[in-house]
């Protein structure tokens, strides 16, 4: 008999899922149904930023696949269809299909015998006076960049206000710079990227200052002043700075308030919880992406952190496992990168800050080297600093900051946080070297061989 | 009492291992003398082809440092001085420095209590009639290099013909290419970079061909014809190729005579033997670079690679031993990379002939990506392959060709093959995404995914 899997969410998880889970067991095995209450399907949400700095000029060219390729794989995309409740005990889901005009919908149930939650994230935004003014963007979806571009092509603003020192932030002010506005960066936070340590996030704040970005770091967002229903202004404990767009990059929490209502267990992160092979405590309920709670590899406590990376791998593992396979997603070990302009930024593991609140004792050290020989032309700057256990010497984290061809070695490491190296293993890491594109020493060499030092092992 | 150190050979390993030395004992504690047969020390040998191509300008960029830094440091490097015989019953060196006039020299002898072999290597010079003739060039030291940019410069010869397609055949072929000349490359294989497997090795056959180099392939070098001793052409079993220079990129072998003929172990490869601390089998003798061999961390089989960074861990983990540290230089997993003009090419583990050599069951994919996301601008192709072990999927291998910011993502595969990776467990690696610096699977990870598929370990 043919059963049914239900997939909540059409984008990155929840599509990896479904075409997974298509490949091993063919429609007259499992039909496939995927809800999704936006207007596109499988996109990649991490290009946004892009789009509306004009890297990219076709929304379209986000899209990974089309609702008409699934359909040809016989998976049913529904869009604008947002499911409303889970009812584990009927093994259903109760939807939400808009109609011709937007007021009136029509709600149905749906059983499934296997479903995927894979909701996404819902985008912080501030609870404070005038935050729905007209003017204030969200860059979550790309209706967001598609809506946000129309913003700037109609109104023309001259004067940006980015709220949030994150990856987001830092990508939608290099945007906004692009479109020639006068960028404001505010954060709560002493420094941008949060995630860095402070003296590495502070070569993120110069670098934003230098490509003529105004920073209000240790402001809190107070609120919005506006005229007419539009944005005129930004008030933070710092004073008032007018706006004729704002762009909130807060973040996002996992979107997983339907789990919750349905009574499937949500970790102390906010987050949905699942084993492995993304499986929820409750049979044939499978969660992936955004929504979930993930274990960190180094801190050994669970986290949501909302990366596409991350949701197209759980949302294979769920869909191969589905599909009568065995695959598993083990975890994270907090791998970022990033760029403005021409300062490239990554990171992976625990922060200093990160490391103690995991409860270890932990040392760092930071080094300065060039991307390629000293001699090679093209040689660019990169700061590599690495977090390591006292007493073991074992590798917690690592951060870059440099200029190109400096953020991608962040590979390297995370690999080895992978495995738990220690900085002494690390400096016989057989990585490539070749003028072009190494000093003899690779700057994460240099970086382990200055924390072993550090720490007294050859001494 | 003041004990001494003598190191033979100025370069990257032996300078290492007097630097690091230095640092743990005061020259109150332990003299150290250091012996160069050439002009300088502590180059970049890797830098000769790009001094050559006209990247770097200066001679003296590639220099490290120069003798007198090392006198600074009570290191006393006497250039010019070749050791020539080691006598380990009195523990002594009989060396030779080149008096004024070239002709004659002096032999002296020098006492030692520790003792560093860092020869170095012997290019392979083809034993062939005409090979002695003007206009054929090596590339090993820079010597080699200032007397090729003086010979450019002197007879503006037209035609090059380069021996050997491996990596300095390659990167002097993009040299010879920079200077205008008429390039033609043969090697004796039936593709360049026979590190590479056939098909991987083809792509840059064909990178070479699109620069415009004429490729003899699967043809034997016989001789050099000549008139009034200047080089005329090349004589492969092939025919005859006009040329006004030739540059012999043949690769070397270890430079261990000196070590062998005082009873030091030299193993099958040609390459001193030793431990992992760089000692040799002999108390207080270490050696240390391309003069030693050292074990393959897949094949478990020795190999001798002549590779400036092996060299420079090598000398600092002698050093630091001689010093009374403890450092060691485990192996290493065959990494390496190059590039051709806009092609780079990387490769680390066992090429397929090379597992199968090794006693492996192999199997292997090939993926093609890009280093960006596809939508984002300068998206670049590469190319990935992947050489796993049959039955339990552990990696064995990997090479990468394609265009900028392809080959350093080899670095995460080699860290991976250092652990022993199944491709099962690569394609849940935590490696860094954002648009401008991956597709949201990375190539590596596609790689993997598509080795793990093979293997059916999902299915």
Known sequence: MT?????IGGDAAGMSAASQARKRRPASDLEIVAFERGQHVSYSACGIPYLVAGDVTDPDALVARHPAEFLKLDIDVRLSSEVVAIDLDRRSVVFRSAAGSGASARESVLGFDQLVIATGGVPTRPDVPGSLSVGIHGVQTLEDG???LGYLDRHQP?????????YIGLEMAEAMLRH???????DAAEQPMR????DMGGLIADALRAEGVTLRLGERLEGFASTAGRVTAVHTSGG???ADLVILGLGSRPNSDLARAAGIAVGETGGVRTDRRMRTADEGVWAAGDCVETLHLVSLRPVAIALGTHANKQGRAAGINIGGGYATFPGVVGTAVSKLCGTEVARTGLSTAEAAAAGFAAYSVTTESTTRAG???GARKIKTKIIA???TGRLLGAQIVGEEGAAKRIDALAVALWHGMTVEEMTSLDLSYAPPFAPVWDPVLIAARKAAEALGSFS
């Not at 059963?3 to 997939?7: A, E, I, M, P």
């Not at 001259?158 to 994150?166: F, I, L, M, N, T």
């Not at 020639?180 to 505010?186: A, E, N």
């Not at 995630?195 to 402070?198: E, N, W, Y």
């Open 180 to 186: 020639g506005l006068d960028v404001t960066l505010v």
């Open 3 to 7: 059963s049914r899997l239900v997939v």
């Open 146 to 148: 598609i809506r946000l």
């Open 158 to 166: 001259r004067r940006a206000v980015v709220v949030g020192g994150g």
């Open 195 to 198: 995630t860095l340590d402070p």
């Open 240 to 242: 008032e700075i007018p």
């Open 375 to 377: 001699y090679y032309p």
């Open 389 to 391: 256990e006292r007493t």
